[in-house]
């Protein structure tokens, strides 16, 4: 590609996250950094290193009126995204927003329908949907391969930061409603939300989080998040009528396996007491690992964001996926804050229409 071709890009927030995004789109053929905007600018320009061509500043106006920046990356905390995100659209800008897409459900709203008003890409970094694992899941599934789904178990616990904005819902579990979003047929459109948290430390927030998303058909979906554990664990179970998925993100040898194996029901007499008629068969069959290539999500991840820019097309985590998202957050937490009771997430979406 041409270095005329390549694409401006600015990237807002340079703590944590922000230099991964640095990274890759100074790696990407597609994009040419142009501009770090951090308020810490001593931390962006560490970040960059010296003579780095790119520049530094905490103003984010001074990145909104250059015409050499098509796009901004938002890797800020996720109560500043929505702000930063309707100044860059009005600027006419794209815009890339870290997970979770926003704060609430209105503000990721009031972001979609700005994008959509003004006709430029809104993409949320949902970094797991570019992992060689998930986008193999993504395609076993739509192959049909796993059969109807019948359940889905999500684990990712570790000894984590109690991070001082948000409960460990709202670190965490984007990651895995984010994957469910992408490797769910139709997307994640859970029939309720019910949910649990702990907070055992007095930490003044849960830090001990299980999610419960009964899905259409029957089907169910479990996301267990934790600070607390001492024990690393990144676990997926994704269990369908053909074959079972499994895929164990800390085991870079052997990620996804594939169980043909399961569990027939033919046929279940309708009298509870005499059981002498259910047909339960039990299916062993092989387990197989697929290949998967090694390489790094976030580049997948920025080539995609230039890829929707050029054809005019929505990237596979447009903000209407952010927003399914922080629909389950927001259920979650009126279902924490009610001893756990089934509320419903696209209700929840609707009320907070109503009021904005
Ligand atoms: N995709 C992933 O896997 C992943 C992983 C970690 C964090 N994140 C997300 O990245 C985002 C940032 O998280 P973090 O852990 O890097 O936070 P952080 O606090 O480490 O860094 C945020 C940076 O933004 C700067 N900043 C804050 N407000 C700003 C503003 N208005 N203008 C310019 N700069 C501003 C701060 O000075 C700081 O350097 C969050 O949304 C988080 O959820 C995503």
Known sequence: MHASDQLG????????????????????????????????????????????????????????????????????????????????????KHVLVEKPLADSVQNGRAMVDLAREQGLVLMADHTYCYTPAVLKIRQLVEAGELGE????????????????????????????LSILDFVLPGGL????????????????????????????????????VNWLSPTKIRQMVIAGTRRTLVWDDLNPQQRLSVYDRGVDLAHQSVDSVDRTDATISYRLGDTWAPALPEREALGAMVTEFADSIRTGRSPSTDGDAGLRVLSVLEAAATSTSSGGGLVDPTIETLALEEVS
């Open 189 to 224: 459109r859970p029939t309720g939300v019910s949910a649990h948290g702990a907070d055992p430390l007095a930490a003044g927030k849960a830090c001990v989080g299980y999610l419960s998303l009964p899905l259409p058909g029957g089907a169910m979906a479990h996301v267990h």
């Open 149 to 176: 789904i019948l359940f889905v178990d999500s684990v990712r616990i570790n000894l984590g930061l109690v991070q001082p904005d948000v409960d460990v819902f709202w670190d965490l579990a984007p990651h895995d």
């Open 9 to 92: 890009v600015a990237v807002v927030g340079a703590g944590y996250w922000g230099p991964n995004l640095i990274r890759n789109f100074r790696s990407s053929n597609d994009w040419d950094l142009r501009a770090v905007c951090d308020l810490d600018t001593a931390r962006a320009e560490q970040v960059l290193g010296a003579r780095s061509g790119v520049d530094v500043t905490a103003s984010l106006d001074e990145v909104l009126v250059r015409e050499d920046i098509d796009a901004i990356a938002i890797a800020t905390p996720a109560r500043t995204h929505q702000g930063i995100a309707v100044a860059a659209l009005r600027a006419g």
